[in-house]
């Protein structure tokens, strides 16, 4: 499991991670997230790992 919200958590979640964990993110950020998350293990010929959000803004509750 890769923590973190940033490009390099992303990366290293899809080179060598089994999961990735978003946080604190918006319901958007974690859509985003995941796709770039789908296109880098894609470009290491891997399947996207899996992923959980920890905590979430508090403008995300509605």
């Known amino acids: ?4 919200n ?7 979640a899809a080179e060598c991670g089994d999961g ?6 918006s319901p ?3 859509a985003s997230g995941l796709a770039a998350l789908g296109e880098l293990a894609a470009q290491q ?3 996207r790992p ?4 920890v905590g979430v803004r508090s ?4």
Request: charged share 25%; aromatic share 4%; glycine share 16%.
């Open 1 to 4: 499991m890769i923590a973190g």
């Open 6 to 12: 940033g490009r390099k958590a992303l990366r290293r």
């Open 20 to 25: 990735w964990a978003a946080i604190g993110i």
């Open 28 to 30: 958007g950020q974690m």
């Open 45 to 47: 010929r891997r399947p």
């Open 50 to 53: 899996g992923a959980t959000v």
């Open 59 to 62: 403008s995300a509750i509605r």
